[in-house]
C-alpha cells in the first residue's frame, strides 16, 4: 500500500493508543511508525532490479519484526514518556498494532508479504485491495486529521478517530467479501468456457473494490 496510507492507519493507531496521554505526539509517533517497515525498500534500491523482489517485504514485514518492534516500542516509550502515565503495555500496543497493520494492509494486496521469514520465503498475499484505493486512506485520515483538531481529552477527538479506523475497516471487510464473490464468479466463467485451469487468481484494479481482473494458467496458456 501506498506511503500515505501507512501513516495515516499508525497515526490513528497512535492517537486511539496514547492519544489522551501524548497528544499530538502520539499520532505523529504513530505515522513515524506506520512508514517505518518500508525502509527496506531503500535497502533494496543499493541491488539489480531482480534482487529488489526480494528484499523489498520480507524481514521488516515479518511476525518477527513485529515482535521485536513491539518489545523495543514497550521499553523506549516507557522510558521516555513514563512521567505522563505511559507504560510497557501502551508502547507495546502502539508498536505492534501499527507495525502489524502495515503488515496486515500490504499481506491484502496482490504484492503480499513474506511473513515468515527466515523461516520461510512463502509470501502471504490475499488479492483484497488495490496497491492504491482512497477508501482505505481517505476515512482514516479525515478522522486522525479531525481529531486532532479538537482538545486532547475532548470525547469527540476519540470518535473522530475511531470513525475513521471503523470506516476503513469495514471497507477492507467488504474487500474480502467482495473478492470471493469476485473469484467465484471467475471460476464459473471458466467452466462455462471448459478451460481446466491449474491455477487462477483474481485481483481488484487501481483505485477501487468493484472492478476485477481475473488470471488464469493452463498447460497450455
Known amino acids: 500500500m501506498d506511503t500515505l496510507t501507512h501513516a495515516a492507519v499508525g497515526a490513528a493507531i497512535g492517537e486511539a493508543v496514547l492519544g489522551r496521554r501524548l497528544g499530538a505526539k502520539a499520532a505523529g509517533w504513530g505515522a513515524v511508525l506506520g512508514v517505518s517497515p518500508d525502509v527496506d525498500y531503500f535497502v533494496a534500491l543499493a541491488f539489480s532490479d531482480a534482487a529488489q523482489l526480494s528484499i523489498h517485504r520480507t524481514y521488516t514485514h515479518s511476525l518477527l519484526a513485529l515482535v521485536v518492534v513491539a518489545l523495543v516500542a514497550g521499553w523506549a516509550f516507557k522510558r521516555r514518556y513514563g512521567d505522563a502515565g505511559v507504560a510497557v503495555w501502551h508502547g507495546v500496543a502502539l508498536g505492534g498494532g501499527i507495525w502489524g497493520s502495515h503488515v496486515l494492509i500490504d499481506a491484502m494486496t496482490s504484492y503480499g508479504v513474506q511473513l515468515l521469514v527466515p523461516f520461510s520465503d512463502t509470501p ?5 485491495i488495490a496497491i492504491l ?18 482538545p486532547r481529552l475532548a470525547a469527540r477527538r476519540r470518535w473522530w478517530n475511531a ?11 467488504w ?20 478451460i481446466t485451469a491449474e491455477r487462477s487468481f483474481v485481483k481488484p484494479t487501481l483505485l477501487n473494490t468493484l472492478l476485477w481482473r481475473g488470471l488464469a494458467e493452463t498447460d497450455t496458456a
Open 133 to 150: 484505493d482512497p477508501l482505505v486512506t481517505v476515512p482514516v485520515a479525515v478522522g486522525v486529521l479531525g481529531a486532532l483538531r479538537l
Open 175 to 194: 474487500a474480502l467479501i467482495a473478492q470471493q464473490q469476485a473469484h467465484a464468479a471467475f471460476e464459473t466463467m471458466l467452466q462455462t468456457e471448459g
Open 163 to 173: 470513525a475513521g479506523l471503523m470506516l476503513a475497516g469495514a471497507y477492507l471487510a
Open 124 to 128: 502471504v498475499a490475499l488479492y483484497t
